[in-house]
């Protein structure tokens, strides 16, 4: 290896030693790019000169009226800055920046397997489970009918799932991914049920998770009927995009590109 394309490499490690030695956990607010080291060592240098401004100065307040800016902490995933400022300074006190909802529930609370509820017992346990997110200040807003056995097992997957802290609290569930055919709520949504996807042409028929197996079926006629109200809301783009020439993207555009990607 020539001697160029090992010093990214040298200065790559030292600058991890140098946040090993800082006792910080780069997991907790770096995106990594191992393919693009100069990439990944420009963010690297960026967040350690952060680091030791706001060392040296202190707190946010008194970094940004002495360098008369506003600053903004060059930590992955930027969501905000409020967001960002509060994430920075719990991971510089060595605390985690990312937390799950099952670890917020209080001691004492049981999550019951789905398998080891009846249908009697099964919304009971849903309802439960929701009062006791709706007390730590975490909403459930998903589309209505559907099986409470359904919505009580997507709960408890999502309930695993980890995110990011945020200052001002709150969190609500909606379920809602924006890709129809990998989506639970689909038969009971009306964006769901009324968008035909090429998912849905290569099967013949709405297509459906595995999960949904259980409980719902998509008739034969499934498919036209997508394809009837999808002509439908093309028709209506197209004629508001020919009406308001400048108001950018459709929503049949946005829809085609966001197909395009997941293909």
């Known amino acids: 290896m020539a001697k160029e394309d090992i010093a990214p490499l040298r200065h790559n490690l030292a600058l991890k030693q140098t946040f090993n030695q800082l006792v910080l956990d780069l997991n907790e607010v770096m995106e990594f790019s191992p393919f693009d080291l100069d990439l990944e060592n420009r963010r690297l240098e960026s967040l350690l000169d952060f680091v030791h401004?706001?060392?040296?100065?202190?707190?946010?307040?008194?970094?940004?009226?002495?360098?008369?800016?506003?600053?903004?902490?060059?930590?992955?995933?930027?969501?905000?800055?409020?967001?960002?400022?509060?994430r920075f300074e719990l991971w510089l006190q060595g605390q985690p920046t990312r937390t799950n909802m099952i670890a917020q529930l209080p001691n004492g609370f049981v999550l019951k397997r789905p398998e080891e509820l009846t249908e009697e017992a099964i919304g009971a346990a849903l309802d439960d489970l929701i009062e006791v997110l709706s007390n730590l200040g975490y909403g459930v807003s998903l589309q209505e009918a559907?099986?409470?056995?359904?919505?009580?097992?997507?709960l408890l997957e999502h309930l695993g799932e980890d995110f990011e802290f945020d200052p001002g609290g709150g969190w609500c569930y909606d379920g809602c991914g924006g890709y129809c055919p990998g989506c639970f709520q689909r038969p009971w949504c009306e964006v769901g049920s009324s968008s035909c996807w090429p998912e849905d042409e290569e099967a013949?028929?709405?297509?459906?998770?595995?999960?949904?197996?259980?409980?719902?079926?998509p008739s034969p006629q499934s498919l036209e009927i997508l394809q009837r109200f999808q002509a439908e809301e093309d028709a209506r783009s197209a004629k508001y995009?020919?009406?308001?020439p400048d108001s950018g993207f459709g929503e049949s555009d946005f829809d085609e590109g966001w197909k395009a990607k997941l293909n």
């Open 53 to 86: 401004r706001f060392q040296k100065y202190g707190s946010q307040e008194t970094m940004e009226l002495i360098e008369g800016r506003y600053q903004f902490p060059p930590i992955f995933p930027g969501i905000s800055p409020e967001n960002d400022w509060y």
């Open 146 to 154: 559907i099986p409470p056995r359904l919505v009580y097992e997507n």
């Open 204 to 217: 013949g028929k709405m297509h459906l998770i595995e999960s949904l197996n259980r409980f719902v079926s």
């Open 241 to 244: 995009q020919e009406e308001n």
